[in-house]
């Protein structure tokens, strides 16, 4: 049995544990920004082989590195959910990240960046959604949660008119492979629908920077989708853009000073527990 002195001693140190926590900010969330754009030194063309590679590292406000493994993909014939999700390459320009998929619909692809698809529409080796539905998916070595994007939007051809618009989809979700290892997206389904969160970005007119809240969401894949609902609706532009830079939060951890106390009241237990009646 614990004396009475010594439960009180045990109350006191979980209490001033307690007002210490939830007076002060416990839980930081550092920054960090990914910047996607130009410094291209491997397969710098406008197109290349489908499902390459590209590893970006970024140091976070805290001091912490954060390592990012990037590929291309693009969902034909159906939507995120019943379309055929097949890899593509992945281009590195001033821009910022641009998708180029091999034989979309049509005859021209958009196999060498400028291809022709059924209907007109043109694109340059940009994330877009005429023909085929292009997406980047970003593999972290942690969790994350996305908080602004740069989309620098690129003229599109489509129906006898030229048009510039960004709109796209982001996708926050977490699987158990590695960050530097293939992650084949649609086998990673049931994982990433275990917490998939999505936001929709409108922008009118189309700006390239574009913040937005996650509502709290951490994941460790974040996909960047050209619009994913566009269906080439009256007034509905496609969406044709380079991924540029990405901000984000990395998972809050407590402080370190935060951290020093708890671990002061949790001794103060264990020397007030060890006080036991003879």
Not at 52 to 77: E, L
Not at 85 to 94: N, R, S, T, V
Not at 181 to 190: G, H, I, N, S, Y
Not at 238 to 247: I, R, Y
Request: glycine fraction near 14%; include cysteine.
């Amino acid at each position: 049995m614990i004396r009475s002195n010594s439960r009180r001693a045990v109350l006191g140190a979980l209490a001033l544990t307690a007002a210490a926590l939830a007076a002060s900010p416990a839980f930081a969330a550092a920054i960090g920004s990914l910047d996607l754009s130009g410094g291209c030194a491997v397969n710098c063309g406008i197109d290349g082989p489908d499902g390459n590679v590209r590893n970006f590292t970024t140091t976070a406000s805290d001091g912490s590195i954060v390592n990012v493994r990037a590929t291309a993909w693009t969902i034909k014939g159906g939507t995120w959910n019943s379309g055929d999700h097949e890899q593509a390459f992945l281009g590195f320009y001033d821009g910022g990240l641009g998708v180029t998929s091999s034989g979309s619909v049509g005859s021209g692809g958009d196999g060498n960046g400028t291809g022709n698809w059924a209907g007109g529409a043109q694109g340059r080796h940009t994330t877009d959604n005429a023909g085929s539905k292009d997406y980047i998916v970003l593999q972290f070595d942690q969790l994350v949660s996305p908080s602004a994007v740069v989309l620098n939007a690129y003229d599109m051809y489509s129906g006898g008119n030229w048009t510039k618009d960004n709109d796209a989809t982001i996708l926050i979700g977490t699987v158990s492979t590695g960050w530097n290892q293939f992650l084949d997206v649609e086998a990673a389904f049931p994982d990433l629908s275990t917490d998939l969160h999505e936001i929709q970005i409108k922008t009118s007119p189309s700006s390239p920077y574009v913040g937005f809240d996650a509502g709290g969401h951490y994941g460790n894949v974040v996909i960047i989708a050209a619009d994913l609902y566009y269906a080439g609706a009256y007034r509905d532009y496609p969406d044709s853009f380079k991924l540029a830079q990405m901000n984000f939060y990395t998972s809050d951890v407590p402080e370190p000073a935060m951290l020093g106390l708890f671990g002061l009241g949790l001794i103060g237990i264990g020397a007030a527990r060890r006080r036991k009646v003879n």
